[in-house]
């Protein structure tokens, strides 16, 4: 979309934009008139997307506006994030993301965009027995927590704002409702395990297979002083992913990527169903902010 519009085309055109999203999986607006959090919030509201909160996220956010909107992951802008789709390591991903750049950087700092369709086929003929366990078996992700949000790492929410909590009572009983295991280290850090989740989902407008989880990120993103990405995920049976197929794999997708880069103003809408993001690394002061939905509303 191009061109200056007001919150009336999207409360207008919302069902309309919505279908879309769920066909090509992203839509980019560029030069509409968006031009604070305020109005990106206005948008949102416009079209029938149901809010959700950002709870069992791994990435260190503030909250810009009251309601639905935050940072993107504030982690260093020297470090890539890898592609992932939306708190796929927790038993609720949001159907939709939203992007929107308040401020651009000087130089890199586009999004990646991968279709998880096409990511599956991909799997499917690098290593079609790889593909065929993920679908049957699922993954399991393994993740320990800080005590206090450490903004060094990409992944390093604490436990209190991981869970929106204060105490460890309350953080126990949010783990509870998620399905999580887990367990209390030495200062005050925390270790979880997810259920076993699927791995490879159905999308029901295309008919096809996607790799809709959080592979990628945690086997090359989940990286800090209290994890190792390789033992972050395993399959359902236990085992770990084969790293040189599964490099392979990372290596064809790098070919077939898409990149966005940021203009100001610009408002980027996922499906999160169908489509992976990533953060290239960049220089200058880049601030893009995010919110996150559901399906029905
Ligand atoms: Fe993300």
Known sequence: RDGPVGVEYFLEHGAALKQELKEKGALLF?????????????VLDAVPFENMPYLGGAAPRRQITHRRIMTANESPPDEKIPLHHEMAQTRQPPDYIFFYCDTAPISGGATTLFDS????????????????????????????????????????RSWQETFLVETKPEAERVMQGQGLRWQWLDGDELRTESPVLPAIR?????????????????????NDTRNVGQRAVQLGGGAYLPSAVF????DRAATEVVNVP?????????????????RQPFEGPRQIYTAIALESG
Request: proline share 4%.
């Open 247 to 250: 490099e392979q794999f990372l």
């Open 202 to 222: 159905l999308d029901p407008v295309s008919g096809r297979k996607t790799f809709f989880n959080s592979v990628i990120a945690a086997f090359t993103g989940w």
């Open 262 to 278: 940021w203009q100001v103003g610009d408002m980027l809408w996922l499906d999160n169903r169908l489509v992976m993001h990533a």
């Open 117 to 156: 369709r096409a990511a599956f086929d991909l799997l499917n003929l690098v290593d079609q027995s790889l593909a065929a366990q993920l679908e049957t078996q699922g993954v399991r992700y393994t993740r320990v927590m800080p005590a206090v949000t450490d903004p060094a790492s990409p992944i390093g």
């Open 30 to 42: 560029r030069g509409c008139g968006v031009n604070s959090a305020e109005d990106f919030e206005a």
